[in-house]
C-alpha cells in the first residue's frame, strides 16, 4: 500500500490504496477506513468503497463503505466511519432518513 502523509488529527494518518479479501482494490482516505478495511477482510466481508454518489438536499454525499451479500451480490449495507460520536450523530441525521426511506441499511460506526 503507497501512504500518502497526512495529518493524524481525527484519524487521517495517510490515505491510498488497499487490497481487499477478495482481491478488490479499494481506496482509504483515512487510517480509519484503513482500519475497518481490516476488520471486514477479517470477517471475509464483501465491500466497495465510495463506490456511488447521492445527492441529498442539494449535498452530494459518497458514503465509505458499501456492504455486499457475496452469494446474491445484493447491497447488504451502506457504512460511514467516523471519529467521533458527535460527527456520527450529524451523519445519521444528516442522512439517515434519506437511506430509511430508500430501503437501504445505512450505519455510521464511530472508531476511536
Known sequence: ???K???Y???RGYSGWHKGYYDQNVYCRSLLEKIYCLILDEQKIF???EKQTYLID???Y???FFIYDLETKSLKMIREIKGTKKE????LKKFGMFFKKCNIDYDVMVID
Open 1 to 3: 500500500m503507497k501512504l
Open 5 to 7: 502523509q497526512a495529518s
Open 9 to 11: 488529527k481525527n484519524g
Open 47 to 49: 465491500y466497495e468503497t
Open 58 to 60: 442539494g449535498y452530494n
Open 62 to 64: 459518497k458514503p465509505d
Open 88 to 91: 456520527r450523530d450529524d451523519y
